[in-house]
């Protein structure tokens, strides 16, 4: 069974940083795409960033991108969401989510293109 689990959320004041972290089992990362959405209050989920586990590639959603960094974190699969100069707007319940990796078949930014989703992780910004 595969099973992903967040952690890293809290508060922080614009401008700040916070690291959320994915932490898989269950499943091996190398054939795995490990995604962030984040929704907000009264919002639908968006996509935030991906990265995929066969080739390493990664992928941003515009309105985060140059200030999220998604990578592999130091602990076996687990992976790490670097956010950098955050936003009030950035507030949301973070998701972690993933699916199996096809490389051809790229990343994926929609919801319905993952299969596995964690709990969620707070993060607020106080302007």
């Known amino acids: 069974e595969v099973q992903l689990v967040e952690s890293g959320g809290g508060l922080v004041q614009t401008g700040g940083s916070l690291r959320l972290s994915c932490k898989l089992s269950?499943?091996?990362?190398?054939?795995?795409?490990i995604g962030w959405f984040r929704q907000a209050p009264g919002k639908e989920r968006e996509f935030v960033s991906a990265?995929?586990?066969?080739?390493?590639?990664?992928f941003y959603a515009d309105s985060v991108k140059g200030r999220f960094t998604i990578s592999k974190g130091n602990a076996k699969n687990t992976i790490s969401l670097r956010m950098n100069k955050l936003k009030p707007e950035d507030t949301a319940v973070y998701y972690c989510?993933?699916?199996?990796?096809?490389?051809?078949?790229?990343?994926?930014?929609?919801?319905?293109?993952?299969?596995?989703w964690g709990q969620g992780t707070q993060v607020t910004v106080s302007s």
């Open positions: 989510a993933g699916h199996y990796h096809i490389v051809a078949y790229g990343l994926g930014n929609q919801s319905h293109e993952y299969t596995d």
């Open positions: 269950g499943h091996r990362f190398e054939y795995y795409v």
């Open positions: 990265i995929g586990g066969a080739d390493g590639s990664t």
